[in-house]
């Protein structure tokens, strides 16, 4: 089956098959899952943030979805994967919490989606689904074998995208 890999929040790993990446409580956040469907690397990133490009402190590329999916894409090529066989898959960006004021701050969650796409997009990489949005939490594990996406939810049950 393989090693189960935790990624924390603002982290990322990558693994060779046989291998499985988590991570724990996306809520705003957004998991990117790059899955290489050739050498079957695999490739998780937990992003808190759009963009670096605002933040001071911006020194944890793991952080932001901009300079994370950038530096996953390069980890993957450097353990063998090939730029044009990694797909993806996202997961999260939920709405937490109802704010009478729908300031664009606290549309962090849509804003994390919304980069995401933007930044995948810009490297070429398609996104072969999703599931984002919604008020609530995931949990989701992302199997080297086949590119299978496991999402676990409270209250919404589990599938595989």
């Known amino acids: 089956m393989g090693e189960l890999i935790k990624v924390g929040m603002a982290d ?18 957004v998991g990117i899952c790059l899955f290489d469907t050739s050498t079957k690397i695999s490739g998780l990133a937990h992003i808190m943030l759009p963009s670096s490009m605002q933040i001071k402190n911006n020194s944890n590329a793991a ?16 353990m063998g994967a090939h730029k044009n066989k990694i797909v993806s898959k996202i997961a999260g960006g939920a709405q937490m919490f109802n704010f009478s004021d729908t300031s664009d701050i606290m549309r962090i969650g849509a804003r994390n989606v919304i980069a995401t796409k933007e930044i995948l997009k810009a490297n070429s990489i398609p996104i ?34």
């Open 63 to 78: 952080k932001f979805a901009d300079t994370a999916i950038v530096k996953l894409i390069q980890d993957m090529i450097k």
């Open 12 to 29: 990322m790993n990558c693994t060779y098959h046989p291998g499985i990446l988590t991570t724990l409580g996306l809520g705003s956040c």
């Open 128 to 161: 072969l689904s999703e599931d984002t949005g919604g008020n609530y939490g995931r949990t989701i594990e992302l199997y080297s074998e086949s590119g299978i996406l496991l999402i676990k939810t409270i209250g919404c049950g589990i599938k595989q995208i």
